[in-house]
C-alpha cells in the first residue's frame, strides 16, 4: 500500500523498559540496528498493525505491553536513491509512521525473534532512551529525533526524567550520545536467518 505521494504507511514501536531504556534490535544479515517497524496492511489501523508487527517481530502480545503515547500524524522519512525500485509498478520513495510508546510488561523470556518464518532481527539489547538518534541509519535520524521528542513526555512519566533526559544539544543527532548500558547475557537473544522486509 503506497500512497499518491509515494509513501509506504507504517508504524514505528519504540519499546521500553520501565526503566527508561528502549528495545534496539539487529537486522538479519545486516550490521544495522532499528526499533521495529513494519508497513500496515489496507484493512488494517495504525493500532492494528503495531500489535501485528510487535507479534511479528518481538514475539510479544498485547498482554506484555502497555500503550503509553503515539505520535500526532505522521512522520515521514524518505528512502535514499540506491533503495528506491523505480521498476515497481508503484514506486515507493519513503515510510509515512505513526509511531507508538509501549512499556515493556512482560519477562524477558517473553521475548522472541524467530517466532516467524522471516524474522526481521536476530539480536537485541537495551540502550538508552536517545541512544538510537546516533546510532540508526542516516536516512532514519530525523524521523527518530522526532518520533522520541514527542514520545519523551510519556517515557519520562514512568522512568523520570533522569532516564529520559530532554534532548539537549549533545542528544541530538549530530551530538554524542551515552553508550548503552547492557545486562550481562540478559539482554540478547538469537533469530532466524531471513533478510529484513520494512
Not at 500496515?40 to 495504525?46: A, H, I, K, L
Not at 525500485?85 to 509515512?96: A, E, F, H, P, Y
Not at 525473534?113 to 541512544?131: A, I, Q, S
Not at 540508526?136 to 514520545?151: D, P, W
Request: glycine share 10%; proline share 8%; hydrophobic share 35%.
Amino acid at each position: 500500500m503506497i500512497d499518491p505521494d509515494g509513501y509506504r504507511p507504517n508504524v514505528g514501536i519504540v519499546l521500553m523498559h520501565p526503566d527508561g531504556r528502549v528495545f534496539w534490535a539487529r537486522r538479519v544479515h545486516r550490521d544495522g540496528w532499528q526499533f521495529p517497524q513494519g508497513g500496515m496492511n489496507t484493512d488494517e489501523t495504525p493500532l492494528e498493525a503495531m500489535y501485528r508487527e510487535l507479534r511479528e517481530e518481538t514475539g510479544l502480545l498485547p498482554d506484555h505491553v502497555a500503550v503509553l503515547g503515539v505520535t500526532p500524524g505522521w512522520l515521514r522519512y524518505r528512502l535514499p536513491q540506491r533503495a528506491i525500485r523505480r521498476n515497481d509498478k508503484l514506486v515507493c520513495i519513503g515510510q509515512k509512521q505513526v509511531w507508538y510508546l509501549l512499556q515493556f510488561t512482560g519477562q524477558e523470556c517473553d521475548l522472541c525473534l524467530d517466532g516467524t518464518e522471516k524474522p526481521e532481527f536476530d539480536n537485541w539489547r537495551w540502550v538508552d532512551f536517545w541512544y538510537p538518534v546516533e546510532h540508526v541509519v542516516n536516512f532514519k535520524r530525523s524521523v527518530y529525533a522526532s518520533a522520541l521528542g514527542h514520545l519523551a513526555p510519556f517515557a519520562r512519566q514512568v522512568a523520570g526524567a533522569t532516564a529520559v533526559p530532554h534532548p539537549g544539544k549533545d542528544l541530538r543527532p549530530s551530538g554524542h550520545s551515552q553508550r548503552p548500558r547492557r545486562r550481562a547475557a540478559a539482554g540478547e537473544r538469537s533469530g532466524g536467518s531471513a533478510p529484513e522486509t520494512n
